[in-house]
């Protein structure tokens, strides 16, 4: 009855006493009820109890919630279903909106924090050296499998393109343009110094001449020049750019010593020869002295010996000071040509770096040159020697720093790379099983409009006017399903059904049967419907609505048969009865939040009797779905006027396979007659 709950005796067992019932008497209303001989209730709904508050239940105000379902159903509409209410929120106050849009809005930032805290450190990365570290010992690889990925890795970033080798290339160019601007403007020239100039200008004119074309143009093929082919090894190889820039690094090194040690050579020479002068003009001074005492008499010492020698020393030690402040100048760039080379190693860097610096603190030290300078000033050698190296040491230790920063991000950059193209090929995994599984549940038009365009506007429906829909039904799986223990209390009878199901599914992958759709499986009852194809019925001509029609007839004797090899296989004797039918309806999506597809209409309604009240292993058609089969070769045989629940008294036909042997009877000689006649 309308309203009412009306549950078996076996359910009100297992309620108790927690409801009041009444006798339903279902068995005079359902012949089935009568048959199994159940006795069924009406629940009567609690009654609230006077002396509690009708506004306030459990602690909370129904007028409030009252009102918001009131607004919810003045709201809905079954033309927008998807549409999302937000009726909650406009009961709120603004600060309450304020602070869920706040915290809204943090918690995506929040999640990109933690995410750039887990990969920003050095878990991935070995924290002195920065190689790659091997796979945590949580998962299942083994030792060898965590080695070869650990060398894949390091192979894989050595074999990254560097892109920006020509900015590496131009940066080093001007920093040897400025220690031979600095050197040719202080220093003396000499031949070792002349060659080294040459050989740097054409090697880095050179390299800048390849850096500076667009590398992004040249592809790899067999037909490109000499020149475009040493300019994509040098852009894409490691091991093909690591002697150019070995070469450049060389020559900016050994370009400032060829000049340092001809003029420190020099200049302790120069300063020894002028120690030697002045210990001959003291002597010489000395003697005038002892012939003044001796004979008694003044001889003047003449001033311009004197001068000359404090004017010696003086310009001696000019020439030594600055030069020596602009041999650390020059140094220190070569250091920087080593590393603006952003590409290779850091430790590798270093190590060239550590060797340069302590050659040049070597030389200095064995050429006595501090001990001049001390002796000069007035500082102790060992003071000027450790000032030196710090300063020295402290340039190697930033520019170290640095190289190890640039070299830990790209090693980062490289394993971030990866885990965005392994998450990346998942969503896309997952995406596509998201679509497979969207379009096993739905047709794949529908998943499509589903996954492209905003259901939030309102609900999908298509109007069709000629689509042929089939029932299929197991009359005898009734009958089969039994809940004992012998088959685990039914499990095994629905598996059978499953397996049914599923040989009906494969049916649809073949290409004949691409027209066909499957709506839906109620119980042992199959759905399908051949036709929807939207926005091309227009376009479509008598002949295909008769295509489809004999598609959908011929699936339906395919099932037949899949369900006998069945039966022959399990022993079984299931018999499939199909009703089918051909006209207008209209196809759609219902429900908000779990979407089903469905086809309603006139053309259901009577498919679905003509299921009901078929013959098995025949099709059951109305008169204007039995000319299309007719004409197209099947053999159909005219039941006469028989009563359809809803439409009365309807003549129908049984369609059978093509070539059956029809049994020659008035019937059937009739319905021939009429058919052609039509």
């Known amino acids: 009855m309308v309203c009412r709950v009306h549950i078996s005796e076996s359910t009100l067992l297992h309620l108790g006493n927690e409801y009041e019932v009444e006798v339903a008497n279902g068995h005079e209303r359902d012949t089935y009820i009568a048959k199994l001989g159940i006795k069924t209730y009406f629940i009567i709904p609690r009654e609230v109890p006077n002396n509690q508050n009708s506004l306030t239940m459990n602690g909370v105000d129904t007028r409030k919630s009252g009102k918001k379902i009131q607004k919810l159903l003045d709201t809905w509409s079954n033309e927008t279903p998807f549409s999302i209410q937000q009726l909650a929120d406009n009961d709120k106050s603004d600060a309450a909106k304020s602070f869920i849009l706040l915290e809204d809005s943090l918690k995506p930032l929040a999640a990109s924090l933690t995410c750039f805290r887990q990969h920003h450190s050095l878990n991935d990365l070995e924290p002195l050296t920065l190689s790659f570290q091997k796979e945590s010992e949580t998962t299942n690889k083994t030792l060898d499998d965590d080695e070869e990925n ?8 050595r074999s990254l393109p560097e892109l920006r080798y020509r900015y590496y290339v131009v940066n080093a160019a001007c920093i040897f343009c400025a220690i031979v601007i600095i050197q040719a403007l202080i220093f003396e020239k000499n031949a070792l110094y002349l060659v080294l100039v040459i050989c740097g200008l054409c090697a880095f004119g050179i390299a800048a001449l390849f850096c500076l074309l667009d590398i992004s143009k040249i592809k790899r093929d067999n037909h490109r020049s000499l020149l475009d082919q040493s300019i994509y090894l040098v852009t894409h190889y490691y091991f093909a750019r690591l002697p150019v820039s070995l070469m450049l690094i060389i020559i900016c090194i050994l370009t400032p010593f060829a000049v340092i040690w001809p003029s420190t050579m020099d200049t302790v020479e120069s300063l ?4 030697a002068i002045n210990s001959d003009i003291l002597l010489s001074a000395s003697n005038l002295s002892f012939a003044q005492n001796r004979f008694n008499q003044t001889i003047l010492i003449p001033t311009h010996a004197i001068n000359s020698l404090s004017s010696l020393t003086n310009s001696v030690l000019f020439q030594l000071c600055p030069h020596f402040e602009f041999h650390i100048l020059l140094i ?17 860097k270093a190590l060239i770096m550590i060797i340069v610096v302590t050659i040049y603190v070597f030389y200095s030290y064995q050429s006595n040159i501090y001990n001049i300078i001390s002796d000069s000033y007035g500082v102790k050698s060992s003071t000027i020697l450790v000032e030196t190296t710090v300063e020295v040491i402290f340039f190697i230790l930033l520019l170290i720093g640095l190289d190890r920063r640039f070299e830990y991000m790209s090693r980062l950059d490289l394993l971030w790379t990866i885990k965005f193209q392994n998450e990346k090929q998942e969503v896309e995994t997952v995406s596509t099983i998201s679509r497979l599984l969207l379009e096993n549940i739905l047709p794949k038009h529908v998943a499509e409009i589903i996954i492209k365009e905003n259901m939030s506007q309102g609900l999908y429906h298509e109007s069709y006017d000629n689509v042929v829909v089939l029932f299929a039904s197991i009359p005898n799986f009734k009958e089969f399903y039994v809940q004992s223990d012998v088959n685990n209390d039914g499990l095994e009878c629905l598996r059978l059904l499953n397996e049914i199901i599923a040989e009906f599914d494969k049916l649809l992958d073949k290409n004949k049967f691409s027209c ?16 929807l194809n939207p926005g091309v019925e227009h376009r479509m001509t008598r002949e295909r609505y008769n295509q489809n029609i004999v598609a959908l007839a011929e699936f339906a004797f395919a099932m037949i048969a899949v369900l006998e090899g069945i039966n022959r296989d399990c022993f079984n004797d299931f018999k499939l009865r199909v009703g089918m039918c051909n006209g207008p309806l209209v196809a759609g999506i219902v429900g908000a939040k779990k979407p089903q597809y469905d086809i309603w209409g006139n053309t259901v309604n009577v498919a679905s009797r003509m299921d009901s009240t078929g013959v098995v292993s025949c099709i059951h058609v109305p008169e204007e779905t039995q000319r299309v089969l007719f004409e197209h070769g099947y053999p159909c045989e005219c039941r006469g006027p028989i009563y359809v629940k809803g439409k009365g008294n309807m003549t129908t036909y049984l369609v059978r396979p093509r070539g059956y042997m029809m049994p020659l009877s008035s019937s059937n000689l009739s319905s021939i007659g009429n058919t052609s006649n039509k």
Not at 150 to 157: D, G, T, Y
Not at 272 to 275: I, L
Not at 332 to 348: G, I, N, R
Not at 516 to 531: C, L, N
Request: charged share 15%; glycine share 4%.
């Open 332 to 348: 220190q760039l070569a250091l920087l040509t080593v590393s603006s080379f952003m590409h290779l190693y850091f430790l590798f």
């Open 516 to 531: 066909v759709e499957k709506i839906k499986t109620i119980g042992h009852t199959y759905m399908a419907a051949a036709g």
């Open 272 to 275: 020894e020869n002028t120690t």
């Open 150 to 157: 650990r060398k894949a890795s390091e192979s894989l970033f």
